[in-house]
Nanobody, 127 residues
């Protein structure tokens, strides 16, 4: 049974920082690409960033490029999202997800690439 558990969300002032974590179990973590998505109220879920299974690729959405950093620790089966210079428009529920295919390096930004999702963690940025 694959499980993804996010943590680290909260309330922060604009310009502040948060670090999200996503602990994975039930799959050989090091063989799978991991992604972060977010969904704001009244909006569709959108791609934020991903990290390929081999760490070779870390694509970012334009809206977060230069402010957010994804990383992972294979020994801890955990993927992180460091968010700096947060803006009001970053307010959303953030979800991590795991690729459905091992050793895959394609279609990072498509939600259909991923077959398991965490429950989400709320990030609220006050202006």
């Amino acid at each position: 049974q694959v499980q993804l558990v996010e943590s680290g969300g909260g309330l922060v002032q604009a310009g502040g920082s948060l670090r999200l974590s996503c602990a994975a179990s039930g799959r050989t973590f090091s063989r799978f690409t991991m992604g972060w998505f977010r969904q704001a109220p009244g909006k569709e879920r959108e791609f934020v960033t991903a990290i390929s299974w081999d760490d070779a690729a870390t694509p970012y959405a334009e809206s977060v490029k230069g402010r957010f950093t994804i990383s992972k620790d294979n020994a801890q089966n955990t993927v992180y999202l460091q968010m700096n210079s947060l803006k009001f428009e970053d307010t959303a529920v953030y979800y991590c997800a795991i690729d459905r295919i091992p050793l895959s390096t394609a279609y990072y930004s498509s939600p259909t690439t991923y077959d398991y999702w965490g429950q989400g963690t709320q990030v609220t940025v006050s202006s």
